[in-house]
């Protein structure tokens, strides 16, 4: 039976370790980095439109509705510590597969999932 979900496609904020983009590659992983200095309301928009999952430090994007980016990986994992970080992202991407609509707390010892706000009127 195959699964209906397709396969996740990311986007790397400027702020994460670039070594955790190079083994998304080496997985023949869908990726792309952000441009640098690119404001945080293109970046959301550009998920939006890819259906991309922001992979991101940065708390601001908590933030963001459901109509305004597709879904977070908020890192909680020292940049200094690639190995730790593909570590983590390996074990994530391996018991994940819907990422839509939410927020990803993914620390060292796990992760946990939260929905996005949503802005849409009941």
Known sequence: MSSSIPNPTFLLDEN???????FLRSQDIDVKLTAKS????DVAEFCL???????????????YSDDEIYAVIWLRIPQNRPDILINSFKRL???????????????ESGWKDFPLYQNSIP
């Open 38 to 41: 690119l404001p945080d309301k």
């Open 93 to 107: 991407t391996s018991e994940c597969r819907d990422f839509a609509g939410k927020v990803i707390i993914l620390s």
């Open 16 to 22: 994460v370790n670039s070594r955790l983009y190079k």
């Open 49 to 63: 439109k890819e259906n991309r999952i922001l992979i991101t430090n940065d708390e601001d994007f908590l933030e």
